[in-house]
């Protein structure tokens, strides 16, 4: 385990389907982190697991969006009834929670996501 | 919430000469500020960090400065090379009501001209 992993890397797909993303965490990290990242900007926070728990949500995270961590390892992202707005890299990040609270984060390649 | 403006958006100097990137934060309590090298359809990668409780971390020909007083924090990369040319991101971590996570400037696409 050299990092974190997403795939696919890349997703084409008509608008109004539905697509999910994988990620697979460093396996010693805790806690996942999702970020959505658009061409020209930087990484806009989506939503975090510590653990199997969902901690935060981001108000960008519409219902059409959900995001799991079953087990507390890998975690998926799904969006349901895509839009072209939702064309973006979905990033993941990975982290290993310190006891002063900030936490380094690793980030996966990303997966990108094309709605036509 | 915490809002983190980064500046210039573009920068573009002469290879051998520094480069300074400049970011505020507007959260008080942010306590840790990494920065990440993003090049053309890689993942962000860590370059550099630093705590609240220091106001000057120096890793080769990459420093970091804080001033917690004034919330702002700059990137300073010395002796630049063409392998530097990416876009840089500056970050704060943010505790808002017991959730934690980094906050991320716009980004500064900086280009080293031969």
């Known amino acids: 385990d050299t990092g974190v992993s997403q795939n696919p890397r890349h997703k084409i797909t008509k608008r109004g389907q539905n697509v999910t993303f994988r990620c697979d965490p460093i396996?010693?990290?805790?806690?996942l982190y999702w970020y959505r990242q658009t061409l020209g900007q930087g990484p806009e926070f989506l939503t975090y697991f510590q653990n199997e728990a969902q901690l935060e949500k981001s108000r960008l995270l519409s219902d059409r969006f959900s995001a799991e961590r079953p087990k507390g390892s890998f975690s998926t992202l799904e969006i349901q009834r895509t839009e072209q707005g939702d064309s973006a890299m979905y990033l993941c990040?990975?982290?290993?929670?310190?006891?002063?609270?900030?936490?380094?984060?690793?980030f996966g390649a990303g997966s990108r996501l094309t709605v036509l | 919430g915490e809002n983190v403006e980064q500046h210039p958006s573009t920068l573009s100097v002469q290879e051998g000469d520094s480069a300074v990137i400049k970011c505020t934060y507007s959260d008080s309590a942010s306590n840790y500020f990494p920065w990440y090298k993003q090049e053309l359809g890689k993942r962000p990668q860590l370059i550099i960090d630093i705590r609240s409780n220091v106001g000057e971390k120096k890793d080769q020909r990459i420093a970091v400065t804080l001033n917690k007083t004034a919330k702002h924090f700059s990137l300073h990369i010395t002796e630049t090379q063409p392998e530097d040319s990416a876009v840089y991101f500056c970050a704060a971590w943010t505790v808002n009501q017991g959730a934690q996570k980094l906050v991320f400037g716009q980004g500064t696409r900086l280009t080293i001209n031969p």
């Open positions: 990040a990975s982290s290993l929670t310190r006891r002063s609270g900030a936490n380094v984060l690793t």
């Open positions: 396996s010693e990290h805790n806690r």
